[in-house]
């Protein structure tokens, strides 16, 4: 049985840092590709970064440019998100979700994930 676990959420000031964890297990996790998303209340879920299978091709969310780096440990079976210089906003729920290496993996479609976790929620306050 896939397990994803995200940790690491809580509430930060304005221009903090947070990094975020995810753990895999019951899948062989060097083999997917693992992608961060976050929803908040009454908004559509978005994405916000993804790293591939090998680890060397990384993806972001414009905004995050710059302040998100999204890495992995696949001895630890874990993914990171450290967010640096966050800005104010709603607060949202964090999902770590897993996607097979598809010919067509588009790293910020939710659809082509085929795990996700529980979510941990992160709040920026101003």
């Known amino acids: 049985q896939v397990q994803v676990v995200e940790s690491g959420g809580g509430l930060v000031q304005a221009g903090g840092s947070l990094r975020l964890s995810c753990a895999a297990s019951g899948l062989t996790f060097s083999n997917y590709a693992m992608g961060w998303f976050r929803q908040a209340p009454g908004k559509e879920r978005e994405f916000v970064a993804a790293?591939?299978?090998?680890?060397?091709?990384?993806y972001y969310k414009d905004s995050g440019k710059g302040r998100f780096t999204i890495s992995r440990d696949d001895a630890k079976n874990t993914v990171y998100l450290q967010m640096k210089n966050l800005h104010p906003e709603s607060p949202a729920v964090y999902y770590c979700?897993?996607?097979?290496?598809?010919?067509?993996?588009?790293?910020?479609?939710?659809?082509?994930?085929?795990?996700w976790g529980q979510g941990t929620q992160v709040t920026v306050s101003s």
């Open positions: 790293i591939r299978w090998n680890g060397g091709t990384t």
């Open positions: 979700a897993a996607s097979w290496p598809y010919h067509d993996y588009d790293p910020a479609a939710g659809g082509m994930y085929d795990y």
